[in-house]
């Protein structure tokens, strides 16, 4: 096995940490979004999602998983 250490730039990105069923995230990117429209910053590329829960281990209504959407400004 291998460790690769690497710095990357992620830019300006815009996260929520959600807490509940997997099937219930929109609506934490429903927040997401319109705090996005609030700062005039639009999306740039696709969201992605950070577990921190082990499903095995944790209640569904207690998961807990990072969304984070990159942004850019308006315009």
Same mark, same amino acid.
């Given at each position: 096995?291998?460790?690769?250490?690497?710095?990357?730039?992620?830019?300006?990105?815009?996260?929520?940490?959600?807490?509940?069923? #997997?099937?219930?995230?929109?609506?934490?990117?429903?927040?997401?979004?319109?705090?996005?429209?609030?700062?005039?910053?639009?999306?740039?590329?696709?969201?992605?999602?950070? #577990?921190?829960?082990?499903?095995?281990?944790?209640?569904?209504?207690?998961?807990?998983?990072?969304?984070?959407?990159?942004?850019?400004?308006?315009?």
């Amino acid at each position: 096995m291998s460790l690769i250490f690497e710095e990357i730039d992620e830019g300006k990105r815009v996260q929520i940490l959600h807490i509940g069923l #997997y099937s219930t995230e929109p609506e934490s990117l429903v927040k997401m979004r319109k705090l996005m429209e609030e700062k005039k910053i639009v999306e740039n590329g696709l969201h992605h999602e950070i #577990y921190l829960s082990d499903p095995w281990m944790v209640a569904s209504e207690k998961m807990m998983t990072i969304l984070r959407q990159h942004v850019k400004e308006r315009g």
